[in-house]
Each structure stands twice: as structure tokens, then as C-alpha cells.
């Protein structure tokens, strides 16, 4: 199982970005997507996830209605599209995957990819 994250970079404030995460080895239809952040000096935290088969999604408060998870099961990866984009979105960006349940909880995913950095700065 490998997940390969990329998208990040630097975007002036009320830009978009758009990350993806490349899965291999598995069949990501099968899984939950999570999408994380961890700024500087903070905890990892749970941004975007995702069901497998029911469709449900997750989004933490701060990022409802400017965050959008998605997958491409034919593509075998999923995307984070960022809009609206805040100085406070500025962190690591990691995807993660597991079977189901999915929940928001880093501790109950097992398969990480590397790490993107997002910007958000004028």
C-alpha cells in the first residue's frame, strides 16, 4: 500500500489548490481517504474524509464550504480541492487510507503518503 501526495505550494490568500493522492498496490474504492494537516508547532489534525462505498464525507468546520474531497476510484486516487484559501490553511498536507470505519482520528489510519506543503501568504 502506497499513497503518493502532491499539489502543494505557495497561493496568495483567496487562491485554490487542488491535491491529489495517487494510491498503488490497493484498490481505493475499497477505502477511506483522510486528508490531515499539521502546521508548525501544532497537532496533526483531521481536515476532509471520506467513505468508501456510502459516499459519506467529513469536513472539519474550519474549511465547510471551501474544501472539497473527492476520489477517482477509475484513477485510483483522490483530491483535495481548496478554495477560498486563508493564512491559517497554511501546513503539511498528508492523505491517509484505511479499511472502513472512517473516522476523523489520525491514530486509526495506518497507510500515510509523504507530505505536501501548503502557503497561504501574500
Known amino acids: 500500500v502506497q499513497l503518493q501526495a502532491s499539489g502543494g505550494g505557495l497561493v496568495q490568500p483567496g487562491g485554490s489548490l487542488r491535491l491529489s493522492c495517487a494510491a498503488s498496490g490497493f484498490s481505493l474504492s475499497y477505502y477511506c481517504i483522510g486528508w490531515f494537516r499539521q502546521a508548525p508547532g501544532k497537532e496533526r489534525e483531521a481536515v476532509s474524509y471520506t467513505g468508501s462505498s456510502d459516499g459519506s464525507t467529513y469536513y472539519r468546520d474550519s474549511v465547510k464550504g471551501r474544501f472539497t474531497i473527492s476520489r477517482d476510484n477509475l484513477k485510483n486516487t483522490a483530491y483535495l480541492q481548496m478554495n477560498s484559501l486563508k493564512p491559517e490553511d497554511t501546513a503539511v498536507y498528508y492523505c491517509?487510507?484505511?479499511?472502513?470505519?472512517?473516522?476523523?482520528?489520525?491514530?486509526?489510519?495506518?497507510?500515510w503518503g509523504q507530505g505536501t506543503l501548503v502557503t497561504v501568504s501574500s
Open positions: 491517509a487510507t484505511d479499511l472502513p470505519p472512517c473516522n476523523s482520528s489520525p491514530e486509526e489510519y495506518r497507510y
